[in-house]
């Protein structure tokens, strides 16, 4: 996996080296503020340097808008200060944190009212 980034965007390239032919794919992902676009195709390589190579120079040319029929464009748009609380509310881990934070203060509470009784 490489990471490159390019104007604001991040391109992670994810090739894989396919088990029958023991070539490499053409995979990765443009990232941008949390948000991203997978894009692959059937083009393969023999190596990985040349398959992540590929990836990059593929990455960039989408960034640029050079690549008809695949885009970025919505990753450009800044996610507003409400969009993000909402984003970061609707992850797991953050799921997981709440439940933990209202058990940990329910136990408590419930320990307070025993020792007042």
């Known amino acids: 996996m490489t990471l490159t ?3 604001g965007f ?3 390239s994810r090739s894989y080296q396919l088990a029958d ?11 941008r503020s949390g948000r991203g676009r997978s894009f ?13 190579a590929q990836c990059m120079i593929l ?5 640029e808008g050079r690549v008809d029929g695949w885009s970025v464009e919505d990753l450009r748009v ?9 984003q970061l509310i609707t992850t ?8 933990g934070v209202v058990a940990i203060l329910g136990f408590s509470g419930l320990a307070i009212l ?3 009784r």
Do not use: N, Q
């Open 59 to 63: 990455g960039r040319r989408i960034i």
């Open 5 to 7: 980034r390019y104007r």
């Open 10 to 12: 991040e391109i992670v």
């Open 114 to 116: 025993r020792e007042v």
């Open 92 to 99: 797991e881990s953050l799921t997981v944190l709440i439940v």
């Open 40 to 52: 692959s195709l059937r083009e393969t390589h023999a190596s990985a340097a040349e398959a992540d």
């Open 78 to 86: 800044e996610i507003r200060p409400v969009e993000a609380v909402v």
């Open 21 to 31: 032919s023991g070539r490499w794919t053409i995979d990765f992902d443009v990232r």
